[in-house]
């Protein structure tokens, strides 16, 4: 399995200022920052981004807080609505521990005592926790087990994370993305009528890694051929990127080629191919489709321009202020558009109120 790397190495290869400890450490080493002195203002390997410090005060003057924390996500996932909870039991530790940590925070010096004597009933509480008990506990002023998780702190400042990005993090972003575009173009000029699907996949992962070091891909690869392009992620493990792809002549090895005649409606031999690098934990996504026969049909080229106007208004229409539901209705409106002009999406001829009265009145009879 080749050479173990040392906690020493692991901390230089990732970059990280703070210490690098293995999992069975981590209860020990959070022992150990709470016996050091609660005067002390020096930082252990330096602060954790500017707002931890040697006693694990996280921004907070309240004296009344505790002083050892163990951060949770919780919270709502803004794209879906759902609430993101942390699916683990909440971290339970011995109980001297939980002790030595709450009598480090001066203001409960005083009640040391009778905090010592609820941590055995808090800590019996909290290794019997659902996972959803724990995600919606909230740290109270009371010194027991509970306080040392906080579920409250982490969740808003990584979602900021996703947010705001840095000038460094921007030109990363803008690096993976131009791989990702460099690797289609690469698997669209090689892609031919008679191969597998799987075989762009790996086109395209052979150009990232061979190329830029781009090991991983940012998800499973859809790599889907003639009607395959109509199936919503397709490439998983039970659709795995497996069809021939045709030359345009309907079945599978079926030899006729129809791919000069552009006004045929046969798309069997279009490609839509979604991959995307993924490169020092940053990823892309990019999607593109094509006719693997180098030549679009009628209806294939007005579908695909469409989709092409809708890219390029939202282009024009992005700008600060402006909402994503502006840009999706623009993109939305050329889509219409186009599928209008093939005949696809016809317009009443009666107006849409008329119609909808018109509607409601046969319905209740």
């Known amino acids: 399995m080749g050479k173990i790397r040392s906690l020493e190495e692991w901390k230089q290869l990732y970059g990280v200022d703070a210490g690098v400890y293995y999992e069975h450490q981590l209860e020990d080493y959070l022992e150990n920052c709470i016996t050091i002195d609660n005067d002390n203002d020096n930082d252990i390997n330096g602060n954790i981004n500017g707002n931890i410090n040697i006693n694990g005060d996280i921004n907070n003057n309240d004296e009344n807080d505790s002083k050892i924390r163990i951060l949770l996500l919780n919270g709502t996932n803004t794209d879906s609505g759902l609430m993101y909870q942390e699916q683990m039991q909440m971290p339970v530790f011995s109980e001297s521990f939980v002790s030595r940590a709450l009598s ?20 019996k509480e909290v290794t019997t926790a659902t996972p959803t008990a724990t995600a919606t506990a909230t740290p109270t002023a009371t010194k027991t087990a509970t306080t040392i998780v906080d579920t409250t702190t982490l969740f808003p400042i990584l979602a900021d994370c996703r947010v705001f990005k840095s000038r460094s993090e921007q030109a990363l972003m803008e690096h993976v993305t131009q791989i990702t575009s460099f690797a289609h173009a690469y698997v669209m000029r090689n892609t031919r009528p008679g191969m597998f699907e799987y075989q762009c996949e790996s086109l395209f992962k052979h150009y990232v890694y061979y190329n830029y070091g781009s090991r991983l891909l940012s998800y499973t690869s859809i790599c889907g051929c003639g009607p395959n392009a109509a199936i919503l992620h397709y490439g998983h493990a039970g659709e795995p990127n497996a069809r021939r792809i045709e030359s345009g002549g309907g079945g599978v090895g079926n030899t006729t080629n129809n791919d000069n005649d552009t006004n045929s409606d046969d798309t069997s031999s279009g490609c839509l191919m979604d991959m995307g690098a993924e490169y020092m934990c940053y990823a892309s996504d990019v999607t593109c489709s094509f006719p693997a026969s180098g030549r679009f049909t009628a209806k294939y080229r007005a579908v695909y321009e469409s989709v092409l106007n809708a890219q390029r208004a939202v282009y024009e229409l992005m700008a600060p202020g402006v909402s994503w539901v502006e840009c999706h209705i623009a993109a939305e409106l050329e889509i219409v558009k186009g599928l209008h002009a093939i005949g696809i999406v016809r317009v009443p001829t009666v107006p849409i109120a008329a119609m909808s009265m018109s509607m409601s009145m046969s319905m209740s009879m």
Do not use: F, G, R
Not at 106 to 117: G, I, L, Q, T
């Open 104 to 123: 480090m925070t001066p203001s409960c010096a005083k009640k040391h005592e009778h905090d010592k004597e609820i941590v055995a009933s808090n800590a």
